[in-house]
């Protein structure tokens, strides 16, 4: 008898912990889960404790298993997992909102326009901007300097071009800076005209009038990068791959990610200075769950559309001129051999078949046998046809869709009709290195990663140009964009266990769109809506 009562004792005490649930922070229901898992299976619901993801399956059974402190109806709606810009300038956003923004102009006089309302309501003492783009107004050629020295005699006025790599300067910043048609350089033109500048500046010599570009107080940087967190957040990027940043800009965000302010995950690349590589080298990688140091940027060339992309023949728009490599090929080798030896990525940006190749067979020779070291080339834009063999899963391509969408009207004019079919191949880079990273450049392009979505598929601009699409044989997939901007970013920046898909241990990092994304007519992906943006399971975004 004190058999059977012990036995009905235990079966009882089994009952009772079989029926007690465990304990869950949120619960996200009646969607349409795309988890971008190994089999890119498609879930209704899933569970977060503790900022991971718990569980994936079926609201009924996770609500069986799991007691729930906050539950999310998605409606219906589509979940992907939070989206990565693999290629992005986080800062530089944020420091575009403080200064004067020339993006989207349509002639040299609308650029003027905006200078002199910026200066009438701010009355700085240096004013700095950015976002002109040449090719997109009727007369096609650099700006000069003449009607910014006219309006501003004595205040120095410093606009860069919308990738990066011209400058407009009038001549109170040449002074400033000291340059002359003497002045002396290399990696880039400081442009004359008639034995006078006319004040364009491409690559390398920008940074003469960096330089002397009145420093940013800290207030300023850390209102910059809110404002950056806070354009991303509403586009459903919850990881950003800053494609270039100093000690300090580094130091100020890991700051504001322990006071709490930045919570968006960022995956820095260390700018190639000589300060900057003798501190992170000796120091080694940094990694928290919201900042990522192990990676160092290099420029191994200028743009295309500034004719500064170092090419192997001439460009075909203007004879003799092949673009420039931004630093001597030792100066690249020696640090990619300082690099290779640390724990440290190599991420170079490469525009022209001829970066490309440089960049492809030094990495080639020094990790081409190594395991694991995913080193990137940034953009793999103008690329030789015996050249795409070097990528693989250890050198991998970093491209931006929206780059051949918004170079189409003009890239074949650069480069001939044989060169631009190794232009922009994104699907034969995918093909050959098994999978590519996705960004957008901003504020180069766009930050909104549904346009890159749209570009990586239709190969169109938003008003369906070309017909047919551009090079429409290089397009993705749908699943394989997504995968590039989710799991192979996170690849690309070692964190593939961590973030990049809904899974069972990583991160809570997700969006809700206002459409399926996967499902609908292409030429309605752009107008895509957040509806929410988590990070770590936090709402950090509601529409």
């Known amino acids: 008898m004190k058999k059977i009562l012990s036995l009905l004792l235990f079966s009882s005490i089994l009952i009772g912990c079989g029926s007690q649930k465990e304990e869950a922070d949120l619960l996200v229901f009646n969607a349409t889960v795309y988890t971008v898992d190994n089999d890119f299976s498609i879930a209704q619901a899933f569970a977060v404790q503790d900022g991971k993801f718990l569980e994936i399956g079926s609201v009924e059974s996770l609500r069986e298993k799991f007691e729930f402190t906050e539950e999310i109806d998605a409606e219906g709606n589509a979940v992907y997992p939070g989206l990565i810009d693999a290629h992005a300038h986080f800062y530089g956003l944020g420091m575009q909102q403080q200064r004067v923004d020339v993006t989207g102009t349509q002639s040299f006089e609308e650029v003027v326009t905006k200078v002199v309302e910026f200066q009438q309501k701010n009355g700085v003492d240096f004013i700095v901007g ?70 364009i500046l491409v690559d390398n010599p920008m940074m003469l009038i960096e330089r002397i570009t009145e420093d940013v107080n800290v207030d300023v940087q850390a209102e ?72 160092v940027k290099f420029y191994g060339d200028g743009a295309l559309g500034s004719r500064g992309a170092a090419l192997k023949e001439e460009y075909t728009d203007r004879k003799n001129h092949f673009g420039a490599l931004l630093s001597p090929v030792s100066e690249f080798k020696a640090t990619a051999e300082r690099i290779a030896k640390s724990e440290f990525q190599m991420n170079t940006h490469a525009i022209g078949d001829s970066a490309n190749y440089l960049v492809l067979k030094t990495y080639d020779s020094l990790i081409g046998n190594s395991e694991d070291r995913r080193w990137r080339v940034e953009h793999s834009q103008v690329i030789a046809p015996e050249d795409f063999d070097y990528f693989s899963k250890n050198i991998i391509p970093s491209v931006q869709p929206t780059h051949a969408t918004s170079d189409m009207y003009w890239a074949e004019d650069r480069l001939g009709e044989e060169r631009i079919k190794g232009a922009y191949a994104f699907k034969k880079l995918l093909d050959q290195a098994e999978i590519v ?45 997504l995968k590039g901007m989710t799991i192979w970013a996170a690849y690309s920046n070692f964190e593939e266990n961590e973030k990049g898909s809904i899974e069972p241990g990583k991160f809570a990092d997700f969006v809700i769109l206002d459409r399926d994304i996967m499902e609908v007519d292409i030429d309605s992906v752009p107008d895509t809506k957040v509806l929410h943006t988590f990070v770590g399971g936090e709402q950090v975004y509601k529409d």
């Open 224 to 295: 910059a990068l809110r404002d950056a967190q806070e354009i991303c957040f509403s586009y459903g990027l919850t990881t950003v791959d800053d494609a270039g940043l100093d000690r300090t800009v580094i130091e100020l965000i890991d700051s504001l990610n322990n006071n709490g302010d930045l919570k968006i995950r960022l995956y820095a690349m260390v700018s190639n200075t000589r300060e900057n590589l003798d501190y992170y080298l000796e120091k080694g990688p940094y990694k928290t769950d919201r900042l990522n140091v192990r990676s």
């Open 437 to 481: 990273a996705l960004g957008t450049d901003f504020p180069v392009e766009q930050v909104n990663p549904f346009l890159t979505f749209y570009a990586a598929v239709d190969r169109q601009d938003t008003e369906n140009y070309p017909e047919g699409g551009f090079m429409r044989e290089q397009a993705l997939s749908r699943e394989e964009t």
């Open 130 to 199: 950015r976002g002109w783009d040449q090719n997109d107004w009727e007369i096609k050629e650099f700006p000069v300097k003449d009607t910014l020295d006219r309006l501003f005699p004595d205040t120095p006025v410093a606009l860069t071009r919308i990738d990066g790599h011209a400058m407009l300067v009038n001549q109170a910043a040449l002074d400033a800076a000291g340059i002359t048609t003497e002045t002396e350089f290399d990696g880039g033109d400081i442009e004359q005209k008639d034995g006078k500048l006319t004040g």
